[in-house]
């Protein structure tokens, strides 16, 4: 994709990008090969331990529920105009159609209840290959892949995070948990 910031690093003497793209079935492949490798994480860890010591000692968080304002926040931390995932929707109209806050607060909280199922174009994304360095070429190592997902997943997740560092904060449980994973 020829952008400005490509045509100024050719002006500029720097590298070329050719449209050149690694071979869709060993791409499949070799990313195949690393995302299916299923690895379980150490549940006997130290830190694991004391982490749930200290949740025993302290009440545990209420339930996340999402308002209006909680959308409204979290909506305008979303960049305006950048590539849509499958849904097509664009940050600008999440922010700007501010009458579907509500609306979107609703069927957030219907889904964190259970009393609605998650829809599967809410948590699937189309995920592209990116090339790390044009000198490499178009070797299947050289490309990153990257996940577009829909602006309401990440707006879902945002106000899901925002509201746990709260509670975190709040307990004063923050630090521990830190203490505990560098121990």
């Not at 130290?46 to 010591?53: H, I, M, Q, R």
């Not at 105009?81 to 499958?86: A, E, I, V």
Request: aromatic share 8%.
């Amino acid at each position: 994709m020829l952008t400005r910031k490509n045509i100024y690093n050719e002006l500029n003497g720097g590298e070329t990008r050719t449209n050149e793209v690694p071979d869709a079935e060993e791409s499949r492949r070799y990313w195949g090969d690393i995302w299916t490798v299923e690895k379980e994480h150490n549940k006997d860890a130290d830190w694991l331990s004391e982490v749930k010591d200290e949740v025993k000692r302290r009440h545990s968080q209420e339930v996340v529920t999402i308002s209006i304002e909680n959308v409204r926040k979290q909506a305008k931390k979303m960049p305006n105009w950048r590539s849509p995932s499958k849904d097509g929707v664009q940050g600008y109209w999440i922010k700007n159609l501010t009458n579907m806050h509500d609306r979107i607060a609703d069927q957030l909280n219907k889904i964190l209840m259970g009393m609605d199922t998650l829809p599967k174009w809410l948590a699937h994304g189309r995920t592209v290959l990116c090339q790390k360095d044009p000198r490499k070429g178009n070797v299947v190592e050289n490309y990153r892949p990257i996940t577009c997902l829909p602006l309401v997943w990440k707006l879902m997740t945002g106000m899901m995070a925002d509201q746990m560092y709260e509670y975190l904060e709040r307990e004063n449980s923050y630090n521990i948990l830190f203490q505990s994973a560098t121990n």
